[in-house]
């Protein structure tokens, strides 16, 4: 099976500020993957799929890149909607593997 | 529009049954790779199975042998019959759309997700 590690765990950070999260694969996945947000309570939303690929109607501020095993999201100037936590996706292989998740607390 | 609506959860002795349920609206079930996700209290996002258009089905290792997906066409929704839970099978359970059609995807639209709490 396919293993997703994020990093960091959680990331302190101030809106308006550049964040940026890691995802390694512990074996290639091409480009297929994906980024999600999720807040308290609520189901994840899509955020970037085929590793840099924005979905439809999310801010551009967020952008992922990355092939292979190695891959990022950043969020260019932290908004005070975007304090969440944030999980990478594997589909490369028919048993889809999320990250362990990164948590975006406010400093 | 798209809607996942999950209903089923509840408290359950460990050993006993569950049967999950996922109505969808705006798309057709038969017509996309569906999957369940789970996550326990205050961890992770964990796959868990899968039901593929074609109508094959995949599991992961921790539910194999005890979960089975399916899906009512004529109701255009999805399943997930949980026997002998365990503990470790509390969470909330969330139903998810392969938006991709033919191949592995990411998941586009969720459900609202229902909790399921295993504990005697």
């Known amino acids: 099976d396919i293993q997703m590690t994020q990093s960091p765990s959680t990331l302190s950070a101030s809106v308006g500020d550049r964040v940026t999260i890691t995802c390694r694969a512990s074996q290639s996945i091409s480009s297929w993957l994906a980024w999600y947000q999720q807040k308290p309570g609520k189901a994840p939303k899509l955020l970037i799929y085929d590793a840099s690929s924005l979905e439809s109607g999310v801010p551009s501020r967020f952008s992922g890149s990355g092939s292979g095993t190695e891959f990022t999201l950043t969020i260019n100037s932290l908004q005070p909607d975007d304090f969440a936590t944030y999980y990478c996706?594997?589909?490369?292989?028919?048993?889809?593997?999320f990250g362990q998740g990164t948590k975006v607390e406010s400093k | 529009e798209v809607q996942l609506v999950e209903s089923g959860g509840g408290l359950i002795q460990p050993g006993g049954s569950l049967r999950l349920s996922c109505a969808a609206s705006?798309?057709?079930?038969?017509?996309?790779?569906m999957s369940w996700v789970r996550q326990a209290p205050g961890k992770g996002l964990e796959w868990v199975s899968v039901i593929y258009s074609g109508g094959a089905t995949h599991y992961a290792d921790s539910v194999k042998g005890r979960f089975t997906i399916s899906r009512d066409n004529s109701k255009n929704t999805l399943f997930l019959q949980m026997n002998s839970l365990r503990a470790e099978d509390t969470g909330v359970y969330y139903c998810?759309?392969?938006?991709?059609?033919?191949?592995?995807?990411?998941?586009?639209?969720w459900g609202q997700g229902t909790l399921v709490t295993v504990s005697s």
């Open positions: 996706q594997q589909y490369n292989s028919f048993s889809w593997t």
């Open positions: 998810a759309r392969d938006g991709s059609g033919a191949v592995a995807g990411p998941f586009d639209y």
């Open positions: 705006g798309f057709t079930v038969s017509s996309n790779f």
